[in-house]
């Protein structure tokens, strides 16, 4: 027999408003009649995957009846190879994509009542997944007209209960980096019991020379977690993977909330040849580095404000109401992201595209 009791058995803080919301998919598009629909919206490759990815998936289709491997050991081995051995294959976390890694950092830091600290406007992933451990958010606005990161008030927020701290550089929608000097200035006077999460996952795009990387952060011996994604320049954004990196002592702590059999064979073994696929990168950041500043060029005619970016996308002021322009835009075959899904009314990002692409979308601005 059933007793019923009056015991609550859901969490209060596992709610769907916590969920995070990505932008809409090319099948939601799918009632659009353009004739070539141009996806601008989510900061993929529209150069497409890596060759030497769709290589491996092929060669190892015939695989699928059996279990992948257990261990990541063979692609964290190939990390540490890719990354010039300056760290241990044991430093890197393997994971279905950024997402997976950022809920598995909250999922290993937080507990309801400690605080994560988040920049506004960024990736709201973080912020969503620790939200759903009970953690509360404290967020911090970037500083106006172009989105410096406000590293007093940053600090001036951290007690005993802070745990997190998120810091995506170059920042996703601004397309804004944390110059060297204020990444140190922040990141050295933390104290230990806050975890930086230094979310690179477009690096490979950035130009200006003025920028620290997680692992040197890392090297110093400061708590922070470097991230890095297959999505962006690797083209893999379909396949879900990524890795994080950290101290020893961390990495070890984070491996160990990891699932056996995580990652599955596809993906690492596209993983292993997307580092190895040297030609699709260059490719990917000729296009981007060139497009880019034709892609100004054209906002500029319009009289169009943008911020330059760091990255392979641009925010930038939308000429005409969001609720009237993205549809033009979707009817013009090209998907882009408003502003307001950051907290930044009245302004888009677009993902620098091919010549073909970027023409689509000028041409309905
Ligand atoms: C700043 C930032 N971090 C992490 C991610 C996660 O990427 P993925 O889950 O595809 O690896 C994204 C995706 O857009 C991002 O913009």
Redesign the pocket.
Known sequence: MITKTAINIFKPHVSPTNQYV?GITRDESKNVQAAKLYKLS??ENLLGPSPKALEAIQANLHLLHEYSFQSDQLFRKALAEHHGHQMDARQFITA???????ELIARGFIEPGLETIVFTP??K??ENFAKLQGSKIVKVPLLEPDFKLDVQGILDTVNDKTRLLFL?N????TGSLIPKKTADDLIYNLPDHVVTIY?E??FPYVQSPDYARALDYIRAGRRVIG?H????AYGL?GI???YAFSTPEISEYLSALRRPFMINTLSMVAGMAALKDDAHLKATLDLVNHEKPWLYAQLEKRGIHYWPSESNFILFKSPFDNEFFIPQMLKGGVMIRPGEDFGLPGTCRVTVGTREANEAFVSNC
């Open positions: 990505g989510s900061n279905n994509a950024g997402m997976e890694l950022l960024t990736f992933a973080l995506p170059p920042n996703n929608p979310d996952v477009y991230l994604s297959f999505s962006k954004a879900r993977l990524a």
